[in-house]
């Protein structure tokens, strides 16, 4: 007689993005207190190559200003690709321009952060975003 073991399922896969690597840390710890599994990346080249090697991911946040490629270039990559694109997209910035939030949205960005990211913005964030 076998005994079935019923596996836990996965707990949902976030890619977070960020230069600063105190505020990767801190993003990095409330998904984690919120029971997700959390890929931290410092560019968005990195979070690129991720997405190409792991297409487990069920949501992105990115910061918006980063060397190299900015998180709105990202989010326009992640939207272009046939792979990518029904990745929902979070944009964080230190900034509140009303210009880059809007141009940021209209790309497909699923929601703007002003920083510093709060707890009750990761919970209302994953409980939206997550549950597809």
Do not use: W
């Not at 929902?88 to 929601?111: D, F, H, K, W, Y």
């Amino acid at each position: 007689m076998s005994t079935m073991t019923t596996v836990p399922p996965e707990p949902p896969h976030v890619l977070a993005v960020d230069d600063s690597i105190v505020d990767r840390a801190v993003i990095s710890r409330l998904l984690r207190s919120s029971k997700y599994r959390v890929t931290t990346v410092d560019s968005g080249k990195r979070a690129l190559e991720v997405l190409s090697l792991d297409r487990n991911v069920h949501m992105i946040i990115t910061d918006y200003c980063m060397p190299e490629m900015s998180g709105y270039d990202l989010l326009k990559r992640v939207k272009e690709s046939a792979e990518l694109r029904e990745i929902p997209v979070v944009i964080m910035s230190s900034e509140n321009s009303p210009t880059r939030i809007q141009m940021c949205l209209e790309e497909g960005a699923e929601e703007f952060l002003i920083k510093p990211v709060r707890s009750s913005d990761v919970s209302r964030l994953c409980s939206r975003l997550i549950t597809r």
